[in-house]
């Protein structure tokens, strides 16, 4: 699990809880993460406005720690020249709408004292049954309806949208 964090000029911040086998470190000062249809699509609209982005991760277990890498991010969209080709990275995913290509700048870490333990019990099976209930064709109409636009408005540059 990891937090995604952005926002634009103008207008509210969003962090964002991610999880799923959703990242990829493709090299020291580069990492793509898979972001798959949700009920917002704040990253989205906010890097086409301003490209930065951070990602944080906690220890939940063994020593207390905190990573975060600064950086500026890229939505890469399906039809977009690198789609294809970051999309074979990961895993199949029913819903997936945006790739982002994060070129990092910055590595910090910091104590994590105040994060508490946590065992995982395993991931969650609901986005994937509910992309699955919904289909190609529903989930193209939920990206009309719920992720063309951020919720201060921003375009979120969904193709079809």
Not at 24 to 42: A, H, K, M, Q, Y
Not at 97 to 123: A, K, M
Request: include cysteine.
């Amino acid at each position: 699990m990891f937090f995604v964090a952005t926002a634009a000029a103008d207008g509210r911040v969003n962090v964002s809880p991610k999880g799923l086998d959703s990242l990829r470190v493709l090299s020291p000062n580069r990492v793509v993460w898979l972001n798959g249809t949700g009920s917002g699509n704040e990253s989205a609209a906010h890097v086409l406005s301003n490209p930065r982005m951070t990602l944080m991760f906690c220890s939940f277990v063994r020593e207390p720690l905190i990573l975060r890498l600064y950086g500026a991010a890229r939505a890469v969209h399906e039809g977009d020249p690198d789609w294809n080709r970051l999309l074979d990275l990961f895993p199949p995913m029913l819903g997936a709408r945006t790739i982002f290509d994060v070129d990092i700048d910055l590595v910090q870490t910091s104590c994590g004292y105040g994060v508490p333990l946590y065992e995982l019990e395993g991931q969650r099976d609901l986005m994937p049954r509910w992309a699955e209930k919904k289909g190609e064709e529903g989930l193209r109409a939920y990206h009309r309806e719920r992720n063309a636009s951020s919720i201060d408005g921003l375009p979120t540059g969904l193709p079809g949208t």
